[in-house]
């Protein structure tokens, strides 16, 4: 699977939206994008993936850059619970329904201010 | 759904003792990975499994660890004898991976070995 760069960390103002990057230039044709989070003390919860097109559920939206060599996870008005740490995963999705766990990088300590 | 379950929450326990952290993934899931989460290194594939066989197991650190899926509502990850660098939080996550390919994960099981 392809590797992700995210910044360590950010801060964000509540209320304001939150834009998170992830570089992944490695991408190939068949990878997804896939991010989750990690709120302090408990167990990494899915956000939303991709594979080319931009994507939105109730929780966030994901831009994906047209080459798909980066992305964006956009938290439309982030609040105090918001503060957790965000992973961007890259891996294939066999459709065939074969499936290795995802390997999560360090992701970005997102910090939401009051 | 109650989610995916895992006992105990918290288990203090000393070095050379056996420990076994159990797991109750989502009704309906046909895949459970095994992750550990240190603050060195992050979070770890340990092992996963589909309709209960094992399938990679390339992430255990050594034989003391073993893990078993006896039926698809429980699974077990045992470690035998325990050592202080085995201290981490153990999560458990389930899927149904020709969905989303989303996993959800467990509340995660708090080990410390003395």
């Known amino acids: 699977d392809a590797k992700t760069t995210q910044p360590t960390s950010m801060d964000c103002a509540e209320g304001r939206a939150a834009n998170l990057p992830c570089n992944h230039s490695?991408?190939?044709?068949?990878?997804?994008v896939y991010w989750y989070r990690q709120i302090h003390s408990q167990g990494p919860q899915y956000i939303i993936h991709?594979?080319?097109n931009n994507e939105t559920n109730e929780m966030a939206s994901l831009i994906i850059t047209e080459d798909r060599k980066s992305s964006t996870l956009i938290l439309p008005h982030a609040t105090l619970r918001d503060t957790a740490v965000y992973y961007c995963i890259v891996r294939r999705r066999n459709s065939g329904g074969g499936a290795d766990g995802l390997t999560f990088g360090k992701g970005t300590h997102l910090i939401i201010q009051p | 759904d109650a989610g995916v379950i895992q006992s105990p929450r918290h288990e203090v326990t000393e070095m050379g003792q056996e420990v076994t952290l159990r797991c109750k993934p989502i009704?309906?899931?046909?895949?459970l990975f095994w992750y550990r989460q240190t603050m060195m290194r992050g979070l770890e594939l340990l092992i996963y499994f589909n309709n209960n066989v094992p399938i990679d197991d390339s992430g255990m650190p050594e034989d003391r660890f073993s893990a078993k899926m006896p039926n698809a509502s429980f699974s077990t990850l045992k470690i035998q004898p325990s050592e202080p660098r085995d201290s981490a939080v153990y999560f458990c996550?389930?899927?149904?991976?020709?969905?989303?390919?989303?996993?959800?994960f467990g509340e995660g099981s708090r080990l410390t070995v003395l």
């Open positions: 996550a389930s899927s149904n991976w020709r969905e989303t390919g989303e996993l959800f």
């Open positions: 991709g594979l080319k």
């Open positions: 490695t991408i190939s044709g068949n990878e997804y």
């Open positions: 009704s309906g899931h046909d895949y």
